[in-house]
C-alpha cells in the first residue's frame, strides 16, 4: 500500500502502540525505584520469554496491516524484581486498509457534517460556558436557592446537549461515505499472570481448545461495532455472582516464584467478526505450553 493511501486512524493507532508497547512489556520496571542488572539467568528467562510470547501474536487480517512488538532487552530490572512472579505483556495494533479514494470521502463527509453542527455546537458551548460562570459567582457567595435553581436549568442544558450527540451521531451513521462510526483497527495484547481481568457484562462464547472465551460490546464514540474479547489461558476460574453478573478470577499467587507462569490471556479489542479471524491465527497450544508444571 502507497504511503499516500494511509489512513489517518493508523497513525494513530502506532502512535497508541508505542504508548502500551512501555506500559505492558514487563512488570521488571514497574516500581519505578532504583534499577540494578539482570542476572544471565533472568535475561535468559526474560528474552526467552518475550520472544515466545511475540510468536504467538496473529498476523493482520486479510486487507489489514499493522505493527506487532519488537524484540526486547532485558539488561535491568526493578530491585525487588525476583520477590513476587513475573508479569508480561506483548501487544499488536492493525487497521483496516482503505483506498485514497476512501478516505477523500470521508474527510468530505466529517467536513460537511462538522458545518452543518457548527452553528448548534457553538451555541451550545456558549450556553455551558455562561452557566457554569453563573454557578461558580452563586457558590461564591453561598447561594444555596441560585444555585438549585442552576442545577435545574443545568439538567434541561445536558438534555439538550444529549440530543445533539444523539443528531450528530445519526449524521456520522448515514453520511454519504456510510457509516462514520464504524471501527476500522483492532488491538491484541495477549499477556501471562494477570491478576485479574474486569468486564462489565461479558457473554461466554464457545470455548476453543479447551480455553473460556467472553466477550462484551464496547460502548462509546467510534464503536458502533467494537467489542472486546478475551481467551482465558490456564486454571481460571469463572463464575457467576447473586446479581448474575460473571466474575473472573486468576490463578495467579504473588507468594509464587518469580518464574513461575500461572495464566495468560489473550485481549482483543476489534469488531466481533475480525476478533474470529483474529482468534483462528493465534497459537493457543503454544500459550498453554508456557504455563508452568
Known amino acids: 500500500m502507497k504511503k499516500k493511501q ?52 496473529p498476523k493482520a487480517p486479510d486487507n489489514w496491516q499493522g505493527t506487532t512488538e519488537e524484540e526486547h532487552k532485558f539488561d535491568e530490572v526493578a530491585e525487588g524484581f525476583e520477590k513476587r512472579p513475573i508479569t508480561m505483556g506483548v501487544i499488536a495494533s492493525y487497521t483496516k486498509n482503505e483506498t485514497q479514494a476512501e478516505i477523500e470521502a470521508k474527510e468530505k463527509a466529517m467536513e460537511k457534517i462538522g ?11 456558549k450556553k455551558q460556558e455562561e452557566l457554569a460562570s453563573k454557578i461558580s459567582k452563586a457558590a461564591e457567595k453561598m447561594d444555596m436557592k441560585e444555585i438549585e435553581k442552576l442545577q435545574k436549568e443545568a439538567d434541561i442544558l445536558a438534555k439538550e446537549a444529549e440530543k445533539l450527540g444523539k443528531n450528530t451521531e445519526t449524521d456520522l451513521r448515514s453520511s454519504d461515505a456510510g457509516n462514520l462510526l464504524k471501527s476500522t483497527s483492532a488491538n491484541i495484547r495477549i499477556g501471562i499472570n494477570q491478576s485479574e481481568i474486569y468486564m462489565s457484562n461479558p457473554m461466554e462464547l464457545p470455548k476453543i481448545d479447551g480455553n473460556f472465551v467472553l466477550r462484551e460490546k464496547i460502548d462509546g464514540p467510534q464503536s458502533d461495532d467494537n467489542s472486546k474479547t478475551v481467551i482465558l489461558i490456564g486454571p481460571w476460574k469463572i463464575e457467576k455472582n447473586p446479581e448474575g453478573a460473571l466474575e473472573i478470577k486468576s490463578p495467579y499467587d504473588e507468594k509464587a516464584a518469580y518464574n513461575k507462569i500461572m495464566c495468560a490471556a489473550i485481549h482483543i479489542e476489534a469488531p466481533a467478526e475480525v476478533a474470529e479471524k483474529i482468534m483462528k491465527t493465534i497459537d493457543l497450544k503454544k500459550l498453554n505450553s508456557l504455563l508452568s508444571k
Open 6 to 57: 494511509l489512513t489517518k486512524s493508523f497513525f494513530l493507532s502506532i502512535l497508541i502502540f508505542i504508548i502500551m508497547c512501555s506500559i505492558f512489556t514487563t512488570q521488571a520496571f514497574a516500581d519505578g525505584g532504583t534499577l540494578r542488572k539482570t542476572t544471565s539467568e533472568e535475561k535468559k528467562f526474560l528474552e526467552e520469554l518475550h520472544l515466545q510470547l511475540r510468536s504467538t501474536l
Open 115 to 125: 458545518a452543518k453542527n457548527k452553528g448548534s455546537m457553538d451555541e451550545m458551548a
